[in-house]
Structures are given as C-alpha cells and as structure tokens.
C-alpha cells in the first residue's frame, strides 16, 4: 500500500517553462489537495477537489491549475513558471464524509521546485 | 495577521525533557484540532486530533485545546532523539479545510 505518491520529487525549472506534478493515491480517497510549503508560511492549500471530475480553489490558487480525471489521481500544472513558484509542493489526500468529518488528511512526500 | 500563529523556533532540548508546543488562533469557528509531524524532507502526518476543550492523551503525547482562550497545546514527555522533527498545528475551518500554523521545528540532544 504506496498512499500517496508525488512524481518527480525534485526539478528544476527555468522562468516562464511549464511542468505537471503528478499524484497518485491507492485509498480510495474522495478528496485530493495540493499544498506549497514555504519557510515561515507553513502549508498553504493551493487547489482541491470533492472527487473525479470537480477542482475548486484555495488559498493561493493564482499561477496554478490542477485536472481530476480519475478518481486517485490529481494533477498540478504550472502554465508560466516564476520565481515566486519556487517550492516545496505537497499532495494530501483525505475520506470525507460531510464539512464536519474528522478524517485525516495523508501527505505525500513532496515535490521540490526551484524556479530559476 | 494570520488565523493560526506558532512559534516557528527551533527548540532544542536535552533527552527526557518535557516538550510544550503551542498554536493560538483568531476563529472561533475553527473545529477539530490536530498535530501533524513532519520529518525532515517528507509529508505530513497526523499525531493526534481532538474536538472538544479538555486534553487527549496517546503514550508520551498529549494535545490540549482551550476554546475559551483559543490555545492549543501538544505535551511531549521523556522527549526522545527519534522525536526531532518540525510539528504543525492545524485546524478546519467551516468550509471544511485545514488552516495550518507555521510549524515549530523541534531538536531533541541525546
């Protein structure tokens, strides 16, 4: 049982190049997340998605776009990487059952970008 | 000012102290508390969780919330070398999502 699996774990990207970051999970979890990591700022959620076919934006969402095609995998897109991109993306899955569950959200291991 | 704040440190203490983690918050909306742990250079992943005031207890941990004060607190005791690592307070908000704190990156010396 792999959870949840990022791919790549580390690129290096130069401004204005694209790139996915891919998530998979084996759960069968109905929620997916998408999270940078900055020093200071702590875990900031970028998009989710309720389940297959729905996304919907978080707190820092510009810059970024996110597809849930099938249900265990949820794709990250930046169209125009910055600077301000650079780093560390975290994929985070959860079963939820209405706004009150309290199921936990379970990570990946990350995505280290850097943005030149 | 942000909804959840943490004393970011670092905290080093010596092997077997007793280790005090705290998170104040703004909303009073805010439910379900937890703790993650996160190990240098991985994901995330939930220590303890609780709902109401009062505290919770899982072996050498303990979380404690205060909905009156809005504080929470996470307790380490006999803290151990395998215990380094930064923790995150976080807590959902009505929508649904989890608001996390800055983390507090935490050094336990043999």
């Known amino acids: 049982n792999a959870g949840v699996t990022q791919t790549p774990k580390f690129r290096v990207l130069k401004t204005g190049q694209s790139m996915t970051l891919l998530c998979a999970q084996d759960?069968?979890?109905?929620?997916m997340y998408w999270y940078r990591q900055d020093p200071g700022m702590g875990l900031r959620l970028i998009h989710y998605?309720?389940?297959?076919?729905?996304?919907a934006k978080g707190e820092v969402p510009d810059g970024y776009n996110v597809s849930r095609l099938k249900k265990q995998n949820f794709l990250l897109g930046l169209e125009s990487a910055a600077p301000s991109q650079t780093s560390v993306y975290f994929c985070?899955?959860?079963?939820?059952?209405?706004?009150?569950?309290?199921?936990?959200?379970?990570f990946g291991d990350g995505t280290r970008l850097s943005i030149l | 000012q942000k909804e959840v704040e943490q004393d970011p440190g670092p905290l080093s203490v010596p092997e077997g102290a007793i280790v005090s983690l705290n998170c104040t918050y703004s909303?009073?909306?805010?439910?379900?508390f937890m703790w993650y742990r996160q190990y240098s250079r991985k994901g995330p992943e939930l220590l303890m969780y609780?709902?109401?005031?009062g505290n919770k207890e899982d072996g050498r941990f303990t979380a404690q919330v205060d909905k009156s004060s809005k504080y929470i607190s996470l307790f380490i005791r006999d803290s151990q070398p395998s215990d380094s690592a930064t923790y995150l307070c976080?807590?959902?908000?009505?929508?649904?999502?989890?608001?996390f704190g800055q983390g507090t990156e935490l050094s336990v010396k043999p």
């Open positions: 976080a807590m959902k908000d009505p929508g649904g999502k989890l608001i």
């Open positions: 985070a899955s959860s079963y939820e059952r209405g706004l009150n569950s309290n199921q936990p959200q379970h």
């Open positions: 609780t709902y109401s005031s």
């Open positions: 998605s309720v389940g297959e076919g729905t996304t």
């Open positions: 759960m069968n979890h109905e929620y």
């Open positions: 909303n009073s909306a805010f439910q379900y």
